[in-house]
């Protein structure tokens, strides 16, 4: 059975008060709209549509090329949504009648507001709506507000679905509410959609009509009871996307909890991408790992630590407050304090990396330090170099990068700059206080600043000068 997924996107999202549109806002680090995409492709459709309209051109530009982009100038409700996004979809195999069911497909309804849905739940509406049924997710709500109900007869049979503005004083009694996703075999949700009208409380093309629709011509509804209330929980303003953000949070802390990790406090340490850890690692409060993260075995990272994009190795300890993106850190190393380490940097095992240190593109041998107070930029540094606090690689000539190379054992004083294009061969020592210019060969010391002088018996300005001299 082929699979067309649609997902709904094109709502103002007025009660987020934003400039933006409100799918593109984040929950842990990815769009809402990334987020159900994701999932949806998980399912493997056939083709992929996203119905935009507030905000569309932000929003396209957002997700690119992948999805067919269906524009809805007007938001005439649901019902309308999917009828346009079924236009840009055409009936693949001419099936487009009521009792090709099976063979023209199924459609699935997602919307770009609920982020945290699982492919779980999705695939039984999906089966469902394979066997020419309706498969509808549902939940049950402690608080429904204002979320359409699920109106079920005395066998418990799905019946309809009222809006909470159209319904009666008892309809909003109920409890289990209409998520808003669903699957449907394709040909029938396109002969029903011709049917709905817009005769309700709000004047809207309403999809959830289908329902009734659906119960009227003998399809049944199978309603697809979500695990959880968040996996069906819409945002519509900043509090509710800040509770999603707990809730997905959590579960992430308890992901990696049960994969052997420590963390100090879950309700205080955010995962925002694809985090993957090696037993016994330590992680401390306040601590955010963005993107793909690998951490290996033993792994400690100290509080208010960002890790973005990087590989860590076992044993390997993350002081306080450390930024790492975009690197390659090996085993048993040492970072920060307050260590920067920038994209393109690659630590082999057991670099020492202290505080105030910056690195960018560079790559440190086995054992070297650079333990305060230094930049390294555009360097290669062999094995068991000591780079001196204060030392800086003069990488750049205002217009042109330029590389540093430093040999093994090589001893850079405290205070110096590295004038790149720069090479220190192994075992060279570098005085304190140097600027270097040139090549310093193998075992050689360099020197290079201004000679001291001291001026014997030198007496202090006794006056204060006239301001005007
Ligand atoms: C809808 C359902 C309601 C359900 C609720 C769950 C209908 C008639 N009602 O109500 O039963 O409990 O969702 O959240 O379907 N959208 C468009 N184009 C439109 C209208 C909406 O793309 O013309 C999109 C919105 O961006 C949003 C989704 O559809 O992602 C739902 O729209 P919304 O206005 O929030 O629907 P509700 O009235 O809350
Ligand atoms: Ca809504």
């Not at 690119?64 to 938001?75: K, L, R, T, Y």
């Not at 099936?95 to 309804?109: M, N, P, R, Y």
């Not at 086995?366 to 230094?374: I, M, Q, R, W």
């Not at 430093?406 to 405290?414: A, L, M, N, S, W």
């Amino acid at each position: 059975m082929s699979l067309d997924v649609v997902i709904l996107a094109a709502g103002k999202g007025t009660r987020m008060r934003s400039n933006h549109a409100k799918v593109l806002h984040t929950l842990a680090g990815r769009s809402l709209l990334q987020h159900v995409v994701t999932t949806a492709l998980t399912l493997q459709p056939q083709r992929l549509a996203v119905v935009v309209g507030h905000q569309a051109q932000e929003v396209m530009q957002h997700l690119g090329d992948g999805p067919v982009w269906v524009e809805q100038a007007e938001q005439l409700g649901t019902g309308h949504a999917v009828q346009l996004a079924l236009q840009a979809l055409p009936a693949t195999d001419g099936a487009d009648v009521a009792d090709g069911a099976e063979k023209s497909g199924a459609v699935l309804i997602l919307y770009g507001d609920v982020p945290m849905v699982s492919q779980h739940t999705l695939s039984q509406a999906i089966d469902a709506a394979a066997a020419g049924q309706v498969g509808l997710v549902t939940a049950e709500f402690d608080d429904p507000a204002e979320l359409g109900r699920i109106v079920r007869d005395a066998e418990g049979q799905i019946q309809r679905i009222v809006e909470f503005k159209d319904a009666s004083e008892n309809e909003r009694q109920l409890q289990e509410i209409n998520s808003g996703i669903m699957a449907v075999p394709a040909s029938r949700l396109r002969e029903w959609l011709t049917r709905v009208e817009p005769h309700n409380a709000q004047g809207e093309y309403y999809l959830t009509d289908i329902i009734e629709f659906a119960v009227a011509d003998g399809v049944p509804v199978v309603g697809v009871v979500a695990a959880t209330p968040e996996e069906v929980t819409g945002v519509n303003d900043r509090a509710q996307l800040a509770e999603l953000e707990r809730i997905y949070q959590r579960r992430q802390a308890q992901r990696l909890m049960a994969a052997g990790v420590t963390i100090a406090d879950p309700e205080r340490v955010d995962i925002r991408g694809d985090i993957t850890a090696g037993q016994d690692c330590f992680i401390d409060i306040n601590v955010v790992l963005e993107g793909t993260v690998e951490l290996g075995e033993g792994v400690h990272i100290g509080p208010g630590a960002v890790i973005c994009d990087s590989a860590i190795g076992s044993g390997t300890e993350v002081h306080p407050h450390t930024v790492v993106e975009g690197s390659t850190v090996a085993a048993n190393c040492s970072l920060g304090p307050f260590a920067r380490i920038r994209p393109g940097t690659r630590l082999d095992d057991e670099v020492k990396i202290g505080n105030f240190v910056e690195t960018k593109k560079s790559h440190l041998g086995p054992g070297t330090k650079a333990s305060h107070l230094a930049y390294l930029g555009d360097a290669t540094l062999g094995a068991g170099v000591n780079v001196g606090a204060g030392t800086v690689t003069c990488n750049y000539d205002g217009i042109n990068k330029h590389p540093t190379i430093i040999g093994d054992g090589v001893f850079v004083g405290t205070n110096t700059t590295l004038v790149a294009p720069l090479e220190i061969a192994e075992g060279a020592f570098v005085a304190a206080g140097s600027s270097v210019t040139v090549k310093v060969e193998s075992g050689d010391l360099a020197i290079g600043r201004a000679k001291q002088r001291n001026i014997k018996g030198w007496t202090r300005p006794d006056q204060r000068q006239d301001k005007d001299q």
